[in-house]
C-alpha cells in the first residue's frame, strides 16, 4: 500500500503535466493550420539541378 501512496501523485503531476502542455499548444496555435501541412507534401519545391 506504501508504493500507491508514491505512485498515485506521481500518475496525477505527469497527468497535469500533460494537461498543461496541451492547453499550451492550443493557445499558441499548434493546431491552426491542418490542411496546410497536408497539401505542403504535394509541392514540388526542391526539384534538383545537376
Keep these: 500500500m506504501n508504493v500507491i501512496a508514491y505512485l498515485l ?3 496525477l503531476g505527469l497527468g497535469l ?5 496541451f492547453l499550451w499548444s492550443l493557445k499558441t496555435g499548434q493546431y491552426d493550420d491542418l490542411d496546410g501541412a497536408a497539401a505542403r507534401i504535394l509541392d514540388d ?5 545537376d
Excluded: E, H, Q, T
Aim: hydrophobic share 55%; aromatic share 0%; glycine share 8%.
Design 17 to 21: 503535466l500533460a494537461l498543461g502542455a
Design 45 to 49: 519545391d526542391d526539384v534538383r539541378k
Design 9 to 11: 501523485p506521481i500518475a
